[in-house]
Structures are given as C-alpha cells and as structure tokens.
C-alpha cells in the first residue's frame, strides 16, 4: 500500500486541500432569525468556546458575543456587514445596559470572557477577518492568536481610544490600532492619518480588513487595511477605502504554529450604540510538499526529505474533521539527507499522518 503525506497540509493520500482555504467562519450557517441572537459557544462542531460558560453568576455567564441577524436589525443605526450578507458576530453586552458604568447595577459594560475560535494548528498560512469597531469606547477590540500547547501568544491587536486617553487626556478621539508581539513588543501604532483619528466618528464608523501570514520556523507578517465607510448609517462623512494602513513583515511569533483565535476580556461595547462587528474569518493554508510512504508491518514508513537544521516532527489523529493533532515519535534533525519516519497504524481503522517542519 503507497500513500503519501503532506508537510504542514491536514491532508493523507491526496493534495486536494493543500493551499486551498479550509475554514471559513462567515456565520452565515448558523440556525438564527431576524433580530435574533445566539450563542456560537452552545454550538456543537462550532469551534467557539468561551471562559465562563458554567460561571454561577448568572452575568458573568451571559455570552459576551452573539451570532446576530440580520444586518440593519440590531439598533436603530446599525451597520450591515461590508459584504451585504445577513449574519455576523457581535460584541452584545451594549445592548443590555445604558450605562458605562462598571459600579452600576446591571450587566457588566465590558466583556468579561476569553471566547475562543479553534482551528487546526496553522505552521504556514493565513488568517484574515473583518472588523467594524464599536462606536465611543474605549477597548473597542482586543485579540490575540495562541498556540494552545504551550500556553503563548503570538500577538495581540487591540483597537482602542484608552491609549489615547492615557497619552493626551482625549478619550476616544484618536481611537487607533495597537498591534503587539507575543512577548509584548509594540509593533505598530497611531496608523490613522490625522483626518481620520481627529475625528473619534471617522475612526470607528470604518470597515477593516487583518490578514496575518505565517510562516515555516515561526515568523508573520501582518496587514490591516482599511476597505471603506460603514454603510447604510455612516458617520464617515463618505471618505472612500484607503488601503493598506500598516504592513509589517518578519516578526518572530515565539511560537511554531497557532491554532487559536481569543477575542479578550475587557473589549468595550460601544454602550448604546453601533457594537464591534466581525466578519468573514478566513484561514488558508499554504501549499505542503508531498513526501512518499510505504507500508511497513503494522505501521507507515514515511520518508522526508530534509534541510540543514531543519527539525521535523510526525503528527498523528484518529479523525481528520477534529483538527486534533498529536506528536508520533520524537524530533527528526535534519541534516540534508532524507530521513526516515516510523508511524504505527496496530490497532487504528483509520489513522492519518503529518510531517510538520519547525
């Protein structure tokens, strides 16, 4: 029996998927009607799961973010989704309470889980998203990307007017992008241009686009663009999109691969107000290279060819829809030479394998 692998690709047998996009959250499949809300986290197969789910209090175990529909129902002025379709995640606790008050009685005016998107471990690709920020607060947005095994993030970006705050005494008026990475090192700021940031309505009624590219031995490159106006109840006064605002290249993640998306605590949600909007959750996979293999007695005899230094590792799952991974035999050194792997299938109906290069 000759099979073959793919490095860093989810894939056994065939290349089909490898460098094709193979998540995509648009929310669109989720069963929720006009002026409804629902909870992703209480989806099975969902992905989504949040902190304090089974917290006694009954606040704090209240859903931070809601799939909603539809666009233009949520408030009197709210936002459709940029690509006109009808469902999106919402940062809802602004629409149960008045108040931005943390003292008040009520539910909290922040968020207060960790909600989680998992996916497959991501070693070389893309994630990408859009974003509409929450009009007049402070943390309108906070995410991170981890990797989950070892606890670490990645990098975080955070859309706030709090720093603005803190810097001149100005709250929300020069709301802008922070991007951080994993070890906290500030990586990009104040990426507004002045006609924008003077104005806290310009700088929040936008729609944004974040792409984050990863890359083999634990580097990324990240992007955010801004892609137009929000409509139909824009505040912008019609500035058109203006592009690519940041764009940095080469950042070392600290990390091999991530495969978790967190949107933080402590996001604000726009008190009355037009709520942080995401949409469109893409996540592409480059293109993995097909090494052969060969049955051998109860296992897989998986060649690799290798590179100077270059360290690789046998992965392993009983059901490739689970996107759950595990580490088969030790670390392979590269050396130039082709290598050879040792997988097991005694006992397993269906098993698949990966290589993933560090």
């Not at 207060?112 to 070693?123: A, E, H, Y």
Request: proline fraction near 5%.
């Amino acid at each position: 029996m000759v099979v073959s692998v793919a490095i860093t690709c989810l894939l056994l047998g065939s290349m089909a998927a490898c460098g094709q996009t193979n998540i995509i959250e648009d929310f669109e499949g989720y069963a929720v009607g006009h002026r409804q809300y629902l909870d992703p986290t209480t989806v099975n197969g969902s992905g989504w799961s949040r902190d304090s789910a089974d917290d006694p209090d009954p606040e704090i175990a209240k859903a931070d973010w809601d799939v909603h529909c539809c666009s233009g129902s949520l408030t009197v002025d709210e936002d459709d989704t940029f690509d006109g379709s009808d469902k999106f995640l919402a940062l809802r606790r602004s629409h149960e309470t008045s108040t931005n008050d943390p003292t008040a009685a009520g539910p909290p005016h922040r968020s207060d889980d960790n909600t989680d998107f998992v996916f497959p471990l991501l070693v070389e690709g893309s994630i990408r998203f859009q974003l509409n920020p929450a009009n007049h607060t402070w943390d309108e947005f906070r995410m991170a990307l981890h990797d989950s095994a070892s606890g670490k993030k990645a990098l975080q970006i955070v859309y706030s007017g709090n720093y603005a705050h803190n810097r001149l005494g100005s709250h929300g008026d020069l709301s802008d992008f922070f991007v951080r990475d994993g070890a906290g090192k500030l990586l990009a700021s104040d990426i507004q241009p002045p006609f924008i940031a003077a104005f806290s309505d310009d700088a929040h009624d936008r729609w944004y686009e974040i792409v984050i590219t990863f890359h083999q031995g634990g580097t990324f490159d990240f992007e955010i663009s801004d892609i137009g106006p929000t409509m139909p109840f824009s505040r912008t006064s019609g500035i058109p999109a203006r592009g690519v605002l940041a764009n940095v290249t080469g950042v070392s993640s600290g990390v091999l691969g991530v495969d978790t998306m967190r949107l933080q605590v402590y996001a604000g949600n726009g008190a009355p107000e037009q709520p942080t909007m995401i949409d469109n959750l893409i996540i592409t996979r480059s293109p993995g290279t097909t090494v052969a293999g060969a049955e051998a007695g109860t296992g897989m005899e998986i060649l690799i060819p290798t590179e100077v230094a270059g360290i690789y590792q046998l992965e392993v799952t009983e059901d490739l829809t689970t996107g759950n991974w595990s580490a088969h035999g030790p670390h392979i050194l590269g050396d130039g030479t082709t290598k050879s792997a040792l997988g097991s299938t005694l006992g397993a109906a269906n098993r698949s394998f990966r290589i993933v290069v560090f």
